[in-house]
């Protein structure tokens, strides 16, 4: 029998691996797609114990430009992790990632690198765009293959966060980098 998690998998992987609308719709259907997977990826990861201790909602932060509108925010209404609900943040600088436990910069919100200096080491899932992101410490790195969105993940750069990739999110990753957990 499958469950609620195996069927949002086989969903996710039919949407991704569809081909791509027309050009007008292209860039509104790809954020769309992109704020469910983010809106999930949560659900494949642990963080830390510590982490919730003084948590009350587990912080979606999202760097000005945001790309979803209120598309992810409407995804995550409603969810919880660990007992505590889901919420979005607008953010517009590094120095506003405290409490941020998944921190998305998409290719318009400029250099990554510097955002990712300050999360290095701390438990943030962090999830790009840029070409260089993994390389540049991030964990996810969301992109557009053949007109697809798909996912690399870097483990390396999950465990220096303190965070553990569920082997079931890897399995559909397009690359994983450091190799399986």
Known sequence: MLNARKIFLIVLVGLASAPAPAWAQ???DEYRLKAAFV???TQFVEWPT???QEARTVQLCVVE???F???LEQLVRGDSLNGRPLSV???FGADEVDGCHVLYVSAASGDASVLLKV??????LTVGEADLFLESGGVIAMKNVDGRVRFEVSTVNAQKAGLQISS????LALAVRGGLE
């Open 119 to 124: 999360t290095k080491g701390r438990p943030i």
């Open 26 to 28: 292209l860039i509104s």
């Open 39 to 41: 809106s999930q990826f």
């Open 168 to 171: 079931q999110l890897l399995s």
């Open 89 to 91: 943040k607008e953010i």
């Open 50 to 52: 510590a982490t919730w």
């Open 65 to 67: 430009p945001n790309p």
């Open 69 to 71: 509108g209120s598309e």
